[in-house]
T-cell receptor
Framework: AQSVTQLDSQVPVFEEAPVELRCNYS??????LFWYVQYPNQGLQLLLK??????LVKGINGFEAEFNKSQTSFHLRKPSVHISDTAEYFC???????????FGGGTRVLVKP | ETGVTQSPTHLIKTRGQQVTLRCSSQ?????VSWYQQALGQGPQFIFQ???????GRGNFPPRFSGLQFPNYSSELNVNALELDDSALYLC????????????FGSGTRLTVV
């Protein structure tokens, strides 16, 4: 079975400052990794994904994430946040041969002016 | 506009009642998954349907059941509602073999009183 731990439940950050959201996962088999964003009263939107290849993945809205196999981590970063980045962010894994996403508990990002 | 539409958006039911939630997806998205997201938590996998058959189930009791129709629409049925069933229910669709994650709808907020 897979599990995902998002180490920070809330991250306050000032506008135009960098942000890093931490994600660690546990799995005995190969997995695909995802970051989703959820704005208030909305569903989930895919930010980026890691399937294979380069460990640095670039996504939408200026976000990027780095896959670290030895540390089983997939941290999300953005060099300069905007007020509009205020949302909840979810890290998720899926077995390469599987059919379900396993999510972490989420990190709420609050961008302050 | 995600291409995945869920209805209704909000619903209030009484404990012990039954509820049906609906999801319609993009043409060609022949796989549909349902997730339950309790307040303040990450989504939890309920089950997945492919070609109108259930092909994966999470840790949910049999009173959670589903249907998938030839036009790619889907239903989630929950019998004998309990207070703990109060949550946001998300539908996610994809094409078989698509490793790019799933397209999520905006969800149905179910409140059981």
């Amino acid at each position: 079975a897979q599990s995902v731990t998002q180490l920070d439940s809330q991250v306050p950050v000032f506008e135009e400052a960098p942000v890093e959201l931490r994600c660690n996962y546990s799995s005995s088999v190969s997995v695909y990794l995802f970051w989703y964003v959820q704005y208030p009263n909305q569903g989930l939107q895919l930010l980026l994904k890691y399937l294979s290849g380069s460990t640095l993945v670039k996504g939408i809205n200026g976000f990027e994430a780095e896959f670290n196999k030895s540390q089983t981590s997939f941290h999300l970063r953005k060099p300069s946040v905007h007020i509009s980045d205020t949302a909840e962010y979810f890290c998720a894994v899926r077995r390469a041969a599987g059919n379900k996403l396993t999510f972490g508990g989420g990190t709420r990002v609050l961008v302050k002016p | 506009e995600t291409g995945v539409t869920q209805s209704p958006t909000h619903l209030i039911k009484t404990r012990g009642q039954q509820v049906t939630l609906r999801c319609s997806s993009q043409s060609g998205h022949n796989t549909v998954s349902w997730y339950q997201q309790a307040l303040g938590q990450g989504p939890q996998f309920i089950f997945q349907y492919y070609r109108e058959e259930e092909n994966g189930r999470g840790n949910f009791p049999p009173r959670f059941s589903g249907l998938q129709f030839p036009n790619y629409s889907s239903e989630l049925n929950v019998n004998a509602l309990e207070l703990d069933d109060s949550a946001l229910y998300l539908c996610a669709t994809s094409q078989v073999g698509d490793n790019y994650g799933y397209t999520f709808g905006s969800g149905t907020r179910l409140t059981v009183v």
